[in-house]
Nanobody
Framework: HVQLVESGGGSVQAGESLQISCAASAYRFDTYCLAWFRQAPGKERDWVAGIYSGDGRADYGDSVKGRFTISVDAAEQKIYLRMSNLKPEDSATYYC????????????????????WGRGTQVTVS
């Protein structure tokens, strides 16, 4: 069982930056696919970015490519999402998710491919 706890959400103005974090507890952390999803009210939960902790390869959704950066600190078992040039449409609850799989770490995985989830952190851009 893996526990995930997000932090760092908040309210910012359009064009500003924000970094959110996710603290994980997992055995063999380097074998996990780590991802961020987001969900706005009344909308589906969408994949934002993912990274495989074993090799650091990252993928991004088209709407955030070039603005968001996902990273991992394997020693601390933390996952970060650095968000720059934020837009109002980035407003959502952001969820950290993981599963022990290399295959899932590809572009556009679905939410049901991930086994463990955090409770989310709210990001509001106005």
């Amino acid at each position: 069982h893996v526990q995930l706890v997000e932090s760092g959400g908040g309210s910012v103005q359009a064009g500003e930056s924000l970094q959110i974090s996710c603290a994980a507890s997992a055995y063999r952390f380097d074998t996990y696919c780590l991802a961020w999803f987001r969900q706005a009210p009344g909308k589906e939960r969408d994949w934002v970015a993912g990274i495989y902790s074993g090799d650091g390869r990252a993928d991004y959704g088209d709407s955030v490519k070039g603005r968001f950066t996902i990273s991992v600190d394997a020693a601390e078992q933390k996952i970060y999402l650095r968000m720059s040039n934020l837009k109002p449409e980035d407003s959502a609850t952001y969820y950290c998710a993981t599963v022990r799989s290399r295959y899932v770490c590809r572009a556009n995985p679905t939410a049901d491919e991930f086994a463990f989830w955090g409770r989310g952190t709210q990001v509001t851009v106005s």
